[in-house]
Nanobody, 126 residues
């Protein structure tokens, strides 16, 4: 059974930092791109960041560039999202996803990704 399990969410003040983790299990994710999406209340799910299997290619939403960093540890089957300088508008449920779609297409592709986690809540207070 394929599972993506997120952790690391919580409540933080504006300007603070959080690191999200997503551990993959149940299959080999070789050649899969891993990424993060988020969904705020009454809003559509939106792309945040993605990283290639090798970690050599990354892409970010404009709204998080310079503040968020995606990385991965293939030995641990885990992808991370380091979030700095958090803003109240970053408040959302953050979802991990995995798909074979190339990294460069993740910001604009609207198709549902192959695998999803259950989500972790991030709340940024002003």
């Amino acid at each position: 059974q394929v599972q993506l399990v997120e952790s690391g969410g919580g409540l933080v003040q504006a300007g603070g930092s959080l690191r999200l983790s997503c551990e993959a299990s149940g299959r080999t994710f070789s050649n899969y791109v891993m990424g993060w999406f988020r969904q705020a209340p009454e809003k559509e799910r939106e792309f945040v960041a993605a990283i290639s299997w090798s970690g050599g290619s990354t892409t970010y939403a404009d709204s998080v560039k310079g503040r968020f960093t995606i990385s991965k540890d293939n030995a641990k089957n885990t992808v991370y999202l380091q979030m700095n300088s958090l803003k109240p508008e970053d408040t959302a449920v953050y979802y991990c996803a995995a798909d074979r779609l190339v990294v460069s297409l993740w910001p604009t592709d609207k198709r549902r990704k192959a695998y999803w986690g259950q989500g972790t809540q991030v709340t940024v207070s002003s």
